[in-house]
């Protein structure tokens, strides 16, 4: 197995990143999730955008694109699989043991790993904690992923795959890893970036290929929908059977199983949309 480490192609026995990587003793780095079909990347150039929207939001230098290019290309080639988890992780780089940056400039990975298609249904789970939609991380997909860890294990132990949080105002957010829709009335709508929750790719992609309504919704909306989604790069459009005890039988549902159906279509006529 191949990994992209300082510049270039090292083994992942060998390739080794410092104790002192500011990534490591303080989470101040960024990433990316690529699904890669057959060696290629799918929506790598949204990825990017987002990757250096995040990079601005810490305050990182702007990774170099053409850089980050080659490296998923190279690490693509190097290890081929017919679906893979393609990683893109920068961070600070070197740093003092406290929040302040180093000046030996950033680190950047990009590491790939084997996964499966995702079953056409799920099941998922609330928790207690809240989004804070008025943080300094708000939108930015960062390495910061421990809240993650935490609540994505609750919903494991519930024998769900999936943990969906409400903001601060107590407003339907997101999950850990993914971003959520519900059916009502027919009508696909989603939270608004505003809520807090990540502006995924998968998520706008859905958006505009189904029109989709942002709307501001409380979460017990969970509690009345006629169907409910996920949508995140490797579950693509991911239909709900139960949410905490309520079971919605028959998912995925008519309009969930459309915009499955669009979702598929369309991402395989356009690999870079």
């Known amino acids: 197995m191949k990994i992209w480490l300082d510049g270039g192609l090292q083994d992942v026995e060998s390739a080794r990143v410092s104790v002192f990587d500011h990534g490591l003793t303080v989470g101040d780095g960024i990433f ?49 699989m017919p ?39 799920t ?29 994505l294990a609750r919903a494991h132990q519930h024998d769900a795959s999936e943990a969906l949080f409400a903001n601060t105002v107590g407003q339907l957010c997101e999950g850990t890893g993914s971003n959520v829709f519900v059916v009502l009335d027919g009508e696909i709508h989603t939270p608004p970036v505003a809520s807090g929750c ?18 501001d919704l409380p979460l017990d909306v969970l509690e009345r929908a006629d169907e409910i989604f996920l949508t995140s790069t490797l579950r693509d459009v991911q239909a709900v059977h139960r949410v905490d005890g309520r079971e919605l039988p028959g998912a995925p549902g008519p309009v969930t199983a459309k915009a499955m159906r669009v979702f598929d279509e369309r991402s395989g006529d356009d690999l870079d949309p």
């Open 32 to 80: 990316e999730t690529v699904k890669a079909t057959e060696g290629r990347p799918f929506a790598l150039t949204r990825h990017l955008e987002r990757l250096t929207r995040s990079a601005r939001g810490l305050g990182l230098p702007d990774p170099d694109r053409d850089e980050v290019r080659r490296a998923c290309e190279a690490v693509l080639a190097a290890n081929p």
């Open 198 to 215: 990540l502006a995924g790719i998968t998520r706008a992609l859905t958006v505009e290929w189904t029109g989709a309504r942002e709307t």
């Open 83 to 121: 679906l893979g988890r393609l990683r893109i992780t920068y961070t600070g780089g070197h740093g003092p043991l406290g929040s302040d940056r180093g000046d030996r400039g950033p680190t950047l990975v990009v590491a790939l790993g084997e996964t499966g298609r995702r079953a056409d249904s």
């Open 123 to 151: 099941a998922v789970i609330t928790v207690p904690w809240t989004r804070n939609e008025r943080g300094a991380l708000t939108g930015l997909k960062t390495t910061s992923y421990a809240e993650n860890v935490v609540a």
